[in-house]
């Protein structure tokens, strides 16, 4: 059995059926993190090896703790971990050691997940590229010069090299899908309110980012989803819907596929992304599933003007408190909180009349579709110096976030998403589509998800 790629699902197992010991997953996991995060920069902050070792022989000689029991885990630099520094990639923080678990490291832990430091992300995770003047910048393990994405970008690249078998993130604007797809494994976001956030400051407001899994199948992230789903009593919304693990493949005979390819000419791609997006979506109708080219829904304007509103006013309310460090908060995270602090409340309500409109417009779409699918990105992997892409196929920018305007649609409603690889480009670099549906269909798209990983295999192959 190879550890590097064997299944969280198997591990568990094996755990389970004594034909694995926690502590020789976890001296493997120290081992494999010594060889290769050395190149990578994936983990962060890792925790010691003799306490690692001494908490795994305790896990060892107890009973089963959960679905997780056992099995290594880093947890992404935005949430906060009992014991371990947790800096979101911000000099402010960079020497802040938490009394506490956030939600989401509590529930992995309380499941048995033995956490062991850190994955690096970018300075407060903004940004598609992981890159902060805590730790540095991770690469991608595809070609180290370029970049991994973000903002799990460290969660990605643990995976794919192989040094851990789980892996959380969270996703505003494609933080779970763009590294996902730039690092050949499977990002999944859930539908909003399914995965709660920890109970501070405001919990009405704010409709736009969630936790969720990241793995090597679409049958570990239920595993993990499944874990850290469920309302929280001290939060307002929530979702307390059916588990989804085991994910089981749905018979994709009768299922309709709907292509959304660039939105009517509305989002520009570097070449080959497109091309690569439809050989991926060939499998789908090889396996009895229909697809069908959709005109774009909606104006692609509009969506992207509510979503920088809604966006900037978001991040501001987060970074208010830290206006007295401005001067060393990076650039794109002085921008949003300049926006968000001018807003007004009647901008913020445009904006999401806006976002009710496209919701309603989805539902009256998805009654014809199993699931719409768009590509995870609309760049390959860029050179690891870049900040972020100025331009596409010769259209500028105007924001340093225009660029991944091909994850909005799905994030500014809270649509369950799940980013699929679709193999390599001439490049020899990975890239990925985004399968979503309706609010509350994650188990659905989980299980298309996984008709498509036992046909290709692809993060268990390399390009050529």
């Not at 979101?88 to 939600?103: A, E, M, T, Y």
């Not at 509510?306 to 401005?326: D, K, M, N, Q, V």
Request: aromatic fraction near 8%.
């Amino acid at each position: 059995m190879d550890l590097s790629q064997t299944s969280a699902r198997d591990l568990v197992d094996a755990i389970s059926a004594g034909m694995l010991s926690v502590e020789t997953l976890m001296q493997h996991t120290l081992d494999r993190i010594e060889a290769v995060n050395g190149a990578a920069n994936a983990i962060v902050a890792l925790r010691d090896a003799d306490d690692l070792l001494t908490e795994a022989r305790a896990l060892d000689a107890g009973s089963n703790r959960g679905a997780l029991h056992g099995l290594p885990i880093a947890v992404k630099d935005l949430a906060n971990v009992e014991g371990i520094v947790s800096s979101q990639g911000s000099p402010i923080f960079q020497n802040h050691v938490p009394k506490r678990d956030d939600l989401i490291a509590a529930r992995m832990r309380a499941a048995g997940a033995i956490l062991i430091g850190k994955t690096n992300t970018p300075e407060f995770g903004l940004g598609s590229h992981t890159f902060n003047p805590v730790y540095g910048a991770t690469g991608n393990p595809y070609d180290p010069s370029r970049t991994c994405g973000g903002s799990s970008g460290g969660a990605a690249v643990a995976l794919a090299t192989g040094m851990v078998a789980l892996a959380d993130g969270s996703d505003m604007m494609g933080s779970l899908r763009n590294p996902a797809a730039w690092n050949n494994v499977y990002g999944f976001r859930p539908s909003w309110g399914r995965v709660p956030s920890d109970p501070v400051g405001d919990g009405y407001l704010h409709q736009l980012s969630t936790l969720g899994p990241m793995a090597r199948s679409p049958g570990d992230l239920g595993l993990l989803l499944d874990v850290i789903s469920g309302p929280d009593p001290r939060q307002p919304y929530g979702n307390d819907g059916p588990a989804v693990s085991p994910v089981q493949a749905v018979d994709m005979r009768g299922v309709r596929i709907g292509w959304l390819d660039d939105w009517g000419e509305a989002y520009p791609f570097e070449d080959g992304i497109r091309e690569l997006c439809r050989e991926a979506l060939s499998v789908f109708t090889q396996l009895g599933a229909e697809v069908v080219p959709v005109a774009a829904p909606f104006e692609a304007e509009e969506i992207w003007d509510s979503w920088i509103t809604l966006r900037s006013w978001s991040i501001a309310a987060g970074l208010a408190p830290l206006t007295e460090h401005r001067e060393i908060l990076k650039d794109t995270a002085q921008w949003e909180l300049d926006r968000g602090l001018s807003m007004t409340a009647m901008q913020v309500h445009r904006a999401s009349v806006i976002r009710t409109a496209w919701f309603r417009r989805t539902t009256e779409l998805m009654r014809d579709f199993d699931a719409l699918v768009l590509p995870s990105a609309q760049v390959w992997p860029f050179e690891i110096e870049t900040p972020y892409p100025k331009e596409i196929a010769g259209k500028k920018m105007d924001t340093y976030h225009r660029w991944m305007e091909v994850m909005v649609p799905v994030s500014l409603i809270g649509l369950p998403c799940l980013s699929v690889p679709v193999g390599f480009g001439a490049n020899g670099l990975p890239m990925g589509m985004q399968l979503f549906g309706p609010r509350g269909s994650d188990a659905h798209i989980l299980s298309i998800g996984e008709a498509y990983h036992l046909a290709t295999r692809w993060p268990q192959k390399r390009p050529a």
